[in-house]
């Protein structure tokens, strides 16, 4: 028998987050009153005890884990956590696990496992493993020097499928109620945000300084929580634009509303629009909130000489790109067809792949804007298009990102958004059903940099 003391005894294992974007508290206490609570977790380091081999190939059984990981990506700790099922005189024989397709291979830890039992666990590298169902054999090493496969388990590998939520912040005053619809569905459903933040409230006196301060407390305790991003949104509101020193437009249009909010901001040259990017970063921080690495344009409108602007401010990542098509009066300036995937735009082209050092995040799974839970249909159907059949991996990477607004979030919109997530359960990872991982703008540009 095994001096039991050499056994190391380990009473949790756990898989740690790199985006620990979000945790699964249950506290739904509104950000607009006090800052959200966070959960934090702790795990165990494996260890092993080599052997000089069994006698006798010992009784095991796998046991089960996730049923599905995402190739790495950076973003997380994408290990495939195993164990089996074993008793603890294996020591001797050398315990692993193997991945069948890559022949990776890692020394199996001895766990007294509360309400599970004794097993043998540890964490497999998914590095070169293709997507598909992935066979895990468990080793011992016998007296004779050869392996015995005990036992084996399957998981499947996919590339992940991205989906981010977008929220734009227009530059004018959103309401308590809608703040915690939002902040709701982002509970609910732990989705993180990707907040557009329009520094507009602090130019106008349509917005008061009250509600501006209520708007900007919001998000920051949202984000304080893990629960989001704060990005940066521009309209062209005159007074805006005016405050930046660059002289205000009220056309082009896209509703004639005289105001600058729909002028695009296609309608600045590069110098121009840097300037408004600096001035409203300048006013983010100003006011306590932390320097924004995504950009969006009002109305989605951007061009080269635009993008140019944004990346030279500094930013990892763009999603002002949208699928072709008209908006209001105007033609958006997109050539990009209806599933447009993530690519770094060119210096001269904004609709073609080139060497701009930012990553352009397309907006290709809709607007909830105005919708309902009757009219959201046709924009789950469409985004459900772009996903595998439930339960498949999927072989290519993909990002899904969707717009709503803090500022429109009543009851029927809210319900329209929460059939869309509704409609995403069958495919989450975090649920353990697929490939599908919420996260922000922040996190895709990461990811795609790999």
């Not at 506290?27 to 934090?40: C, K, M, V, Y």
Request: aromatic share 8%.
């Amino acid at each position: 028998m095994v001096d039991m003391r050499a056994v190391v005894l380990l009473i949790a294992v756990g898989m740690t987050s790199s985006c620990a974007a979000f945790t699964s508290s249950n506290d739904h206490a509104s950000p607009l009153t006090g800052r959200p609570t966070t959960a934090s977790s702790a795990a165990a380091t494996p260890s092993s005890t080599l052997g000089a081999g069994l006698d006798e190939v010992p009784v095991a059984q796998a046991m089960g884990g996730r049923r599905w990981y995402t190739v790495p990506d950076g973003l997380i700790q994408e290990k495939a956590l195993v164990a089996v099922a074993m008793a603890a005189d294996a020591l001797p024989g050398q315990p692993r696990a193997r991945l069948r397709e890559t022949g990776a291979t890692v020394p199996l830890s001895f766990i007294v496992a509360p309400r599970v039992g004794n097993q043998w666990s540890g964490s497999l590298d998914l590095a070169g493993a293709a997507p598909g169902e992935q066979t895990v054999d468990f080793l011992v090493r016998m007296r004779d020097g050869s392996d015995r496969v005990v036992a084996s388990s399957k998981f499947f590998l996919s590339e992940p499928i991205y989906v981010v939520w977008t929220l734009d912040f227009e530059g004018d005053a959103a309401s308590n109620e809608t703040l915690d619809n939002t902040y709701a569905i982002n509970r609910t459903y732990f989705a993180p945000m990707t907040i557009m933040w329009n520094p507009r409230v602090w130019t106008t006196t349509e917005v008061s300084r009250e509600r501006a301060d209520v708007m900007r407390q919001w998000t920051m305790n949202v984000a304080a929580a893990g629960n989001a991003e704060i990005a940066l949104h521009i309209h062209a509101w005159t007074d805006f634009v005016r405050a930046a020193g660059v002289t205000p437009r009220t056309a082009p249009s896209w509703a004639g509303r005289g105001d600058g909010y729909d002028v695009p901001l296609t309608a600045f040259d590069e110098s121009e629009t840097k300037r408004l990017i600096d001035h409203a970063v300048r006013l983010m921080t100003d006011h306590g909130m932390p320097k924004p690495t995504s950009f969006r344009a009002g109305g989605l409108f951007a061009n080269a000489a635009n993008l140019r602007a944004v990346a030279a401010a500094g930013f990892t990542a763009d999603t002002s790109a949208t699928p072709a098509g008209p908006f209001g009066s105007l033609t958006l300036p997109w050539t990009l067809p209806k599933d447009a995937q993530p690519y770094r735009p060119s210096r001269t082209d904004a609709n073609a792949a080139g060497d701009l050092p930012m990553l352009e995040v397309p907006n290709n799974a809709g607007n909830t804007y105005g919708l309902t839970s009757f009219s959201i249909q046709r924009v789950i159907n469409d985004d459900l298009a772009m996903l595998p059949p439930v339960g498949t991996p999927s072989a290519v990477r993909r990002a899904l990102t969707f717009v709503s607004h803090p500022a429109t979030i009543d009851a029927p919109e809210r319900a329209a958004i929460e059939k869309l997530f509704q409609a995403l359960e069958p495919y989450r990872w975090d649920r353990d059903k697929g490939p599908l991982r919420f996260v922000t703008i922040a996190q895709v540009a990461a990811a795609y940099a790999r």
